[in-house]
């Protein structure tokens, strides 16, 4: 059963969280193309790569608690903790930075204010989904390093 969380866990991460990273760099290059219908879709589906995200999560309690008792690791293992602090912060940055900057961009009208209004979503989304790709690299070097 370990083995099947193990790649679960790994499976998840690569098929949920690699999207969840990726979609509002797509978004922002769709901002600058102008397309802010593909902006909000792309918004929406970054939320829900950014949920079903938290399924890694489970699978990784999963692994944890299948794993041999001589590793001696539980959630207070130092990179297990400082893993799953990181991706709260990604997920949160995800879901209150990143999204709504997304969706404030594929909303506002073509107007005169639009093109600041788009440079100020765009640096927004630009930061955020940068932390947030940064913190999930730290969090991959986590879990395979395992100091």
Do not use: C
């Amino acid at each position: 059963m370990g083995t099947l969380l193990d790649v679960l866990h790994v499976m998840s991460a690569v098929f949920i969280v690699g999207p969840m990273a990726i979609l509002p760099m797509t978004g922002m290059r769709a901002l600058r193309a102008g397309e802010r219908g593909q902006v909000a879709t792309l918004a929406q589906s970054t939320y829900v790569f950014s949920l079903l995200s938290l399924l890694v999560v489970v699978f990784g309690f999963g692994a944890l608690g299948s794993s041999d008792k001589q590793a001696h690791l539980s959630f207070t293992t130092s990179w297990i903790l400082s893993a799953f602090i990181l991706y709260l912060v990604a997920l949160f940055l995800n879901l209150f930075v990143v999204v709504p900057a997304m969706r404030h961009a594929g909303e506002n009208p073509h107007d005169a204010v639009a093109g600041e209004l788009a440079a100020s979503s765009y640096q927004r989304i630009a930061m955020g989904s940068g932390l947030v790709s940064l913190l999930l690299v730290v969090v991959v070097v986590l879990m395979v390093w395992q100091p």
